[in-house]
């Protein structure tokens, strides 16, 4: 059974940082490529960034591009998401998700999550 769980979620002030971590007891998050996730209350899930299987390639939303680094480390089976100069909109629950197809942004484009972790900015 597949079970990818997050941590790293928490209270920062706005310019903090915070790093998020993704680990999964078998092998679905080393053999495939994977991604974060995150939902605001109110709002639908979006896309924030995912990287490829090898690492090589990574993709970023718009609105959190150099700011946001995501990496992997396949040794431990683990996708990290460091998040830096943190905004009070940056505020929602991070997924961590995997996906057995081509690296994607939508959350369709993914098969297994995780529960979710909380990150909260203060203004």
């Known amino acids: 059974q597949v079970q990818l769980v997050e941590s790293g979620g928490g209270l920062v002030q706005a310019g903090g940082s915070l790093r998020l971590s993704c680990v999964d007891s078998?092998?679905?998050?080393?053999?495939?490529?994977a991604g974060w996730f995150r939902q605001a209350p109110g709002k639908e899930r979006e896309f924030v960034a995912a990287?490829?299987?090898?690492?090589?390639?990574?993709l970023y939303a718009d609105s959190v591009k150099g700011r946001f680094t995501i990496s992997r480390d396949s040794a431990k089976s683990g996708v990290y998401l460091q998040m830096n100069s943190l905004k009070p909109e940056d505020t929602a629950v991070y997924y961590c998700?995997?996906?057995?197809?081509?690296?994607?942004?939508?959350?369709?484009?993914?098969?297994?999550w995780g529960q979710g972790t909380r990150v909260t900015v203060s203004s």
């Open positions: 998700a995997a996906t057995t197809l081509r690296v994607g942004v939508r959350p369709g484009d993914f098969q297994y």
């Open positions: 078998g092998r679905t998050l080393s053999n495939n490529d």
């Open positions: 990287i490829s299987r090898a690492g090589g390639l990574t």
